[in-house]
């Protein structure tokens, strides 16, 4: 008696702000799949909204009930096939998709990643120094072990690369150039979106960028400090 196949976890990357970087895989996969789950169903449905694809929505925010999990593990079970987005980017990057991973791959069931767009992918490819060895730290601790936090990025002996919030970026820049005054940075702002802007100096001087221009502290951030 064989054993009846197992539905596969598509991971699928989705546009970080330009639709045109969805993939054709990744759009035959999301237009294949019996489910899509994805962090927040009002963000899944402008992408799938797009390319007309309608399909049972699961989200699965941070910190979800593991019930929610067991429901994808039961439909792969059954041998129905699941994607996993996020709201922008790979899904596992600082965002709940490692935890239902982590739980399909435990249950026995194939998962199988479908690359393409990322902050820290796309940051990297135009930063021009040497990142053959980098330390990505996600995102800055908001208030608990921020100071931590920048003492480790300032003690680091390779480039350190994180993501920021408008909200707090002015004043984690500050931090730094308290912890770290000799190094520069490398600034990602909106990237592949209309605004998208890339700036590069120290990190007084990135500071002082932003504090003369407010109104470009919008967006999402990816930073590089080396």
């Given at each position: 008696?064989?054993?009846?196949?197992?539905?596969?976890?598509?991971?699928?990357?989705?546009?970080?702000?330009?639709?045109?970087?969805?993939?054709?895989?990744?759009?035959?996969?999301?237009?294949?799949?019996?489910?899509?789950?994805?962090?927040?169903?009002?963000?899944?449905?402008?992408?799938?909204?797009?390319?007309?694809?309608?399909?049972?929505?699961?989200?699965?925010?941070?910190?979800?009930?593991?019930?929610?999990?067991?429901?994808?593990?039961?439909?792969?079970?059954?041998?129905?096939?699941?994607?996993?987005?996020?709201?922008?980017?790979?899904?596992?990057?600082?965002?709940?998709?490692?935890?239902?991973?982590?739980?399909?791959?435990?249950?026995?069931?194939?998962?199988?990643?479908?690359?393409?767009?990322?902050?820290?992918?796309?940051?990297?490819s135009v930063a021009g120094i040497n990142l053959q060895?980098?330390?990505?730290?996600?995102?800055?601790?908001?208030?608990?072990?921020?100071?931590?936090?920048?003492?480790?990025?300032?003690?680091?002996?390779?480039?350190?690369?994180?993501?920021?919030?408008?909200?707090?970026?002015?004043?984690?820049?500050?931090?730094?150039?308290?912890?770290?005054?000799?190094?520069?940075?490398?600034?990602?702002?909106?990237?592949?979106?209309?605004?998208?802007?890339?700036?590069?100096?120290?990190?007084?001087?990135?500071?002082?960028?932003?504090?003369?221009?407010?109104?470009?502290?919008?967006?999402?951030?990816?930073?590089?400090?080396?």
């Amino acid at each position: 008696m064989t054993e009846e196949k197992k539905g596969t976890l598509y991971i699928v990357a989705t546009p970080i702000g330009n639709m045109e970087d969805l993939t054709l895989r990744a759009l035959r996969v999301l237009q294949e799949a019996d489910m899509i789950v994805c962090e927040d169903t009002r963000v899944a449905k402008k992408l799938l909204f797009r390319y007309e694809i309608q399909k049972t929505l699961l989200a699965i925010p941070q910190h979800s009930a593991t019930d929610k999990i067991d429901r994808v593990i039961e439909k792969l079970k059954q041998g129905l096939d699941v994607a996993l987005i996020t709201d922008a980017g790979t899904p596992g990057m600082s965002d709940p998709g490692n935890e239902v991973v982590a739980q399909v791959a435990a249950a026995g069931c194939m998962v199988s990643p479908i690359p393409g767009a990322s902050a820290l992918g796309a940051i990297v490819s135009v930063a021009g120094i040497n990142l053959q060895e980098f330390l990505f730290k996600g995102f800055p601790p908001h208030k608990k072990g921020r100071q931590t936090y920048f003492t480790e990025v300032a003690e680091s002996r390779v480039p350190v690369v994180y993501y920021e919030s408008p909200y707090r970026v002015l004043k984690n820049l500050e931090l730094l150039k308290e912890t770290a005054p000799t190094k520069r940075v490398i600034v990602g702002r909106e990237l592949t979106k209309m605004f998208e802007e890339i700036i590069r100096g120290t990190v007084g001087e990135t500071l002082e960028y932003y504090r003369q221009n407010p109104g470009k502290v919008r967006g999402e951030f990816v930073i590089v400090v080396y």
